[in-house]
C-alpha cells in the first residue's frame, strides 16, 4: 500500500498542512508521511454503497458518516489514516480535517493493502477507545470480517459471505451483503 516515506521526521503540523495542500492524500505513521495508492473501481463501488446505506440509515441521528476524505486521528501512536468509510457519533470531534473519535471504520482490501489493513490498522485503529467495529471488506469476493469490541481490549471477529446480514451494533445498523456488493464485477480491477 505504501510506497516509500515522502517525508521522513515531519511534525503532525507540517504533515497536516502538507496534506491540505497536496492533490494526493498522505497517511503519516510516526514522523513519516506515505501516499496512499489510488482506489480501483471495484473499492469505489464498495465504499459508495456502504456510505449511501450508512448515511440513509442514519439520517436524523447523531451520527455523522465520512467518506475516504476524511482521516482518522489516533493521537497515542501518531498516526492518521483515510479509511473508505468512518462513522462519528461524537459531537465533541469537532476537528475540520480529521476526526478523532469514530465508533465503525471499514477499510476495503485488496491483495496490495491486506497485509496493511489486517495487521497495522487493525492494532492501530484499536488504540481508539471510541472504535467499537471495524470492518474488513474483500474487493475479490464477497467476504466481509467484522471484528467487534467485547469487552476493554478483546475483540470479537466475525466472517460474513454470501446472504449474510451485516449487523452493525456502533450504529445499530444492518445491511445485506448484497447492498455492500451491489454493482460489483469480480475478476475485475481488484
Request: net charge negative.
Amino acid at each position: 500500500m505504501y510506497s516509500q516515506a515522502k517525508f521522513i521526521d515531519s511534525t503532525i503540523d507540517e504533515y497536516l498542512q502538507f496534506d491540505l495542500e497536496s492533490i494526493v492524500r498522505h497517511e503519516y505513521i510516526a514522523g513519516q508521511v506515505y501516499p496512499v495508492l489510488k482506489d480501483s473501481h471495484n473499492l469505489k463501488i464498495i465504499a459508495e454503497n456502504l456510505f449511501a446505506r450508512l448515511r440513509t440509515q442514519l439520517y436524523g441521528s447523531d451520527c455523522q458518516v465520512f467518506t475516504s476524505d476524511m482521516k482518522i486521528r489516533i493521537e497515542p501512536i501518531n498516526a492518521f489514516y483515510y479509511p473508505e468509510v468512518s462513522v462519528v457519533r461524537d459531537s465533541e470531534d469537532r476537528e475540520l480535517y480529521f476526526k478523532t473519535r469514530p465508533c465503525l471504520i471499514v477499510e476495503v482490501i485488496s491483495p496490495i493493502t491486506e497485509r496493511i489493513d489486517r495487521n497495522e490498522k487493525l492494532f492501530n485503529y484499536r488504540q481508539l477507545p471510541s472504535l467499537q467495529e471495524y470492518i474488513l471488506v474483500h474487493q475479490s469476493e464477497m467476504k466481509v470480517e467484522l471484528y467487534r469490541k467485547i469487552y476493554q481490549n478483546n475483540w470479537l471477529m466475525q466472517i460474513f459471505t454470501q446472504d449474510n446480514i451485516l449487523q452493525l451494533q456502533s450504529v445499530d445498523v444492518e445491511i445485506t451483503m448484497a447492498e455492500i456488493y451491489e454493482d460489483v464485477e469480480f475478476g475485475q480491477d481488484n
